[in-house]
């Protein structure tokens, strides 16, 4: 199949800024520039930076159009290049790119997020072994040399085989902090997303030592280390948060962090 006559085809005729497309039964997907990427997207990190007074957590916000393509497609290539998962980059323009579908047609495939919650009623036998799959994702993220844009478990997805993707590159973070930076921000940024999960499964014990076994390996480096310690050390208010809703949804999950990444 010719992808780049299939790109310049429909680039600038999709209904959509991101479509999927059938052709002899495989699926890809043409994402084009759009309106400026919106606010909510960058809410998390804003609300983390506000509440944890850490500057680092901030969003890198990208502006959207040409920009965005063009980090996106940067990234998909270089973690492609390093041996990362990530949706194939079958075509690019200025304008717009295509891209393979993790799974097969006829078939979503779903985030580590979704699936680390529909799992909760199995408690922590069910949510740990996921859990855990997520961690080593990142983990080789970083060992390969670099770092994810927003490693919340919605931005990692479950393909057919079951091996974890990753998905969503329109910022880049390593543009404007240092690599140590980037990498506690995964760490904080998967925290935050999957510590409730593990708190309502009742995983946090076992996520706790596995979280520590997973800090206290060689290849963290000492920069490493320091930016995430002086991040908890702005953190330990959070002890006093109720481990419950009482306080809201976004409360609870602050807490649930909190318990899981104490020293």
């Given at each position: 199949?010719?992808?780049?006559?299939?790109?310049?085809?429909?680039?600038?005729?999709?209904?959509?800024?991101?479509?999927?497309?059938?052709?002899?039964?495989?699926?890809?997907?043409?994402?084009?520039?759009?309106?400026?990427?919106?606010?909510?997207?960058?809410?998390?990190?804003?609300?983390?930076?506000?509440?944890?007074?850490?500057?680092?957590?901030?969003?890198?916000?990208?502006?959207?159009?040409?920009?965005?393509?063009?980090?996106?497609?940067?990234?998909?290539?270089?973690?492609?290049?390093?041996?990362?998962?990530?949706?194939?980059?079958?075509?690019?323009?200025?304008?717009g790119f295509?891209?393979?579908?993790?799974?097969?047609?006829?078939?979503?495939?779903?985030?580590l997020g979704?699936?680390?919650?529909?799992?909760?009623?199995?408690?922590?036998?069910?949510?740990?072994?996921?859990?855990?799959?997520g961690l080593?994702?990142?983990?080789?993220?970083?060992?390969?040399?670099?770092?994810?844009?927003?490693?919340?478990?919605?931005?990692?997805?479950?393909?057919?085989?079951?091996?974890?993707?990753?998905?969503?590159?329109?910022?880049?973070?390593?543009?404007?902090?240092?690599?140590?930076?980037?990498?506690?921000?995964?760490?904080?940024?998967?925290?935050?997303?999957?510590?409730?999960?593990?708190?309502?499964?009742?995983?946090?014990?076992?996520?706790?030592?596995?979280?520590?076994?997973?800090?206290?390996?060689?290849?963290?480096?000492?920069?490493?280390?320091?930016?995430?310690?002086?991040?908890?050390?702005?953190?330990?208010?959070?002890?006093?948060?109720?481990?419950?809703?009482?306080?809201?949804?976004?409360?609870?999950?602050?807490?649930?962090?909190?318990?899981?990444?104490?020293?």
């Amino acid at each position: 199949m010719d992808f780049d006559a299939f790109l310049e085809e429909h680039l600038h005729t999709q209904s959509k800024n991101i479509q999927r497309y059938e052709v002899d039964g495989q699926w890809f997907w043409i994402k084009r520039t759009g309106p400026l990427i919106p606010a909510w997207r960058y809410r998390i990190l804003r609300v983390l930076r506000a509440l944890l007074n850490e500057p680092v957590l901030g969003p890198v916000v990208n502006h959207g159009g040409r920009e965005a393509i063009a980090t996106e497609v940067r990234r998909l290539k270089d973690l492609a290049a390093r041996g990362i998962r990530v949706p194939a980059l079958l075509a690019s323009q200025d304008d717009g790119f295509i891209m393979s579908h993790l799974g097969v047609a006829g078939h979503d495939v779903p985030s580590l997020g979704n699936k680390i919650r529909a799992m909760v009623p199995e408690g922590a036998p069910g949510v740990m072994p996921l859990w855990r799959q997520g961690l080593a994702m990142i983990d080789q993220v970083h060992r390969s040399g670099t770092a994810l844009s927003q490693a919340f478990a919605r931005n990692m997805v479950v393909c057919p085989d079951g091996e974890l993707a990753c998905v969503d590159f329109e910022d880049d973070p390593l543009a404007v902090l240092p690599l140590a930076v980037c990498q506690v921000r995964d760490a904080l940024c998967y925290a935050h997303s999957t510590a409730i999960y593990l708190s309502h499964a009742g995983a946090q014990a076992e996520a706790r030592a596995a979280w520590r076994q997973w800090l206290a390996q060689p290849e963290r480096s000492p920069e490493f280390h320091t930016v995430l310690a002086n991040t908890l050390a702005r953190m330990r208010w959070l002890r006093f948060l109720p481990a419950n809703r009482k306080l809201g949804r976004d409360t609870e999950r602050l807490r649930a962090m909190w318990d899981l990444m104490q020293a």
